[in-house]
């Protein structure tokens, strides 16, 4: 894109005028991100190469989210009141600029674990009415989808994650959602690299994508930040206040109480596929990308529900 190509996608919405390009700060298979700067400040344009449902719907709930002060990036919206624009075939959004040097996965103490499941919950609560359609990333049917793809070119990989694909290959009819359970928006990577902190207070929640799903795989998925960075220990007390806050701003049913267990494995079981998983094709990596998503499914196979139970 050229300055004339700006100056256009500006007039769409009442951003001042285009005065010159910043740094590329993001270009992948999905999307291209640039630093803009306009007559009326900075901010953060994004082209999206892929643009489907839960993308869009993503842009639509941070809109919704940001008016009822959740602590999350505003999304500009443009002069007929859209939260993106089409520009020459292409899907564009225009954002806040905030400047995040790096959101790696972190260790969470047991004072942000609290306002971590607390916005969860929040999350949930606030999406639980909006019009949302399914979206397929990180649920139910694709991870099951690639237990079996991936148990199926085992040997490939290294022994450990033989182990954990053979442990995950025998028990993911356990990780079902019992179809009259809550549900609400799905976020899917709500976890502490997408979880923004100030201190012990979070400041943003990026890289929106939403569908509409139980509640279940959400809150398992996040809190799978409840295991030791290397993937090794999980803190049974972090896991308690986890699900104490959560359990304060949205009730979990009795069926969810007695399935933390299944939550957790669902959680884990999903971020052993993606470490499985080459990002840019799909398909199978070439090695394991993540070791630490391994060890946590061989530390759910050495751990008996009961036990687990009992430690909860």
Same mark, same amino acid.
């Given at each position: 894109?050229?300055? %004339?190509?700006?100056?256009?996608?500006?007039?769409?919405?009442?951003?001042?005028?285009?005065?010159?390009?910043?740094?590329?700060?993001?270009?992948?298979?999905?999307?291209?991100?640039?630093?803009?700067?306009?007559?009326?400040?900075?901010?953060?344009?994004?082209?999206?190469?892929?643009?489907?449902?839960?993308?869009?719907?993503?842009?639509?709930?941070?809109?919704?989210?940001?008016?009822?002060?959740?602590?999350?990036?505003?999304?500009?919206?443009?002069?007929?009141?859209?939260?993106?624009?089409?520009?020459?075939?292409?899907?564009?959004?225009?954002?806040?600029?905030?400047?995040?040097?790096?959101?790696?996965?972190?260790?969470?103490?047991?004072?942000?674990? %609290?306002?971590?499941?607390?916005?969860?919950?929040?999350?949930?609560?606030?999406?639980?009415?909006?019009?949302?359609?399914?979206?397929?990333?990180?649920?139910?049917?694709?991870?099951?989808?690639?237990?079996?793809?991936?148990?199926?070119?085992?040997?490939?990989?290294?022994?450990?994650?033989?182990?954990?694909?053979?442990?995950?290959?025998?028990?993911?009819?356990?990780?079902?959602?019992?179809?009259?359970?809550?549900?609400?928006?799905?976020?899917?990577?709500?976890?502490?690299?997408?979880?923004?902190?100030?201190?012990?207070?979070?400041?943003?929640?990026?890289?929106?994508?939403?569908?509409?799903?139980?509640?279940?795989?959400?809150?398992?998925?996040?809190?799978?930040?409840?295991?030791?960075?290397?993937?090794?220990?999980?803190?049974?007390?972090?896991?308690?206040?986890?699900?104490?806050?959560?359990?304060?701003?949205?009730?979990?049913?009795?069926?969810?109480?007695?399935?933390?267990?299944?939550?957790?494995?669902?959680?884990?079981?999903?971020?052993?596929?993606?470490?499985?998983?080459?990002?840019?094709?799909?398909?199978?990596?070439?090695?394991?990308?993540?070791?630490?998503?391994?060890?946590?499914?061989?530390?759910?196979?050495?751990?008996?529900?009961?036990?687990?139970?009992?430690?909860?």
């Amino acid at each position: 894109m050229n300055e %004339k190509d700006i100056a256009k996608i500006l007039s769409q919405y009442n951003l001042g005028k285009f005065v010159k390009f910043g740094e590329i700060k993001k270009d992948d298979t999905i999307s291209f991100g640039q630093i803009i700067y306009t007559t009326k400040g900075k901010l953060f344009l994004k082209l999206f190469r892929a643009f489907d449902n839960v993308i869009r719907q993503g842009l639509e709930v941070s809109t919704h989210l940001k008016s009822k002060n959740y602590p999350t990036f505003k999304v500009y919206v443009s002069k007929k009141g859209k939260p993106f624009i089409t520009y020459k075939r292409n899907k564009i959004a225009l954002f806040e600029y905030i400047n995040i040097k790096a959101h790696e996965w972190h260790d969470l103490n047991e004072t942000q674990i %609290k306002e971590y499941a607390k916005y969860l919950a929040k999350f949930h609560v606030l999406t639980k009415n909006l019009n949302l359609k399914k979206g397929k990333s990180g649920g139910l049917s694709e991870v099951s989808s690639k237990i079996k793809k991936f148990y199926k070119i085992r040997k490939r990989y290294n022994k450990k994650a033989q182990i954990a694909l053979e442990f995950m290959y025998s028990n993911f009819n356990n990780i079902k959602c019992q179809k009259n359970q809550p549900s609400s928006g799905f976020f899917s990577e709500f976890n502490p690299g997408h979880v923004i902190f100030k201190g012990n207070k979070i400041r943003y929640v990026i890289d929106w994508e939403i569908g509409k799903n139980n509640c279940f795989y959400d809150y398992g998925s996040s809190m799978v930040a409840c295991f030791s960075l290397n993937g090794t220990k999980l803190s049974y007390k972090k896991l308690r206040i986890f699900t104490k806050e959560y359990n304060k701003i949205r009730k979990l049913s009795k069926w969810e109480l007695n399935h933390i267990y299944e939550a957790l494995m669902f959680g884990c079981f999903k971020y052993a596929t993606w470490a499985l998983m080459d990002p840019k094709t799909g398909k199978s990596a070439k090695e394991v990308r993540f070791p630490e998503d391994i060890k946590k499914i061989l530390f759910l196979k050495n751990t008996k529900k009961e036990d687990f139970c009992k430690k909860l």
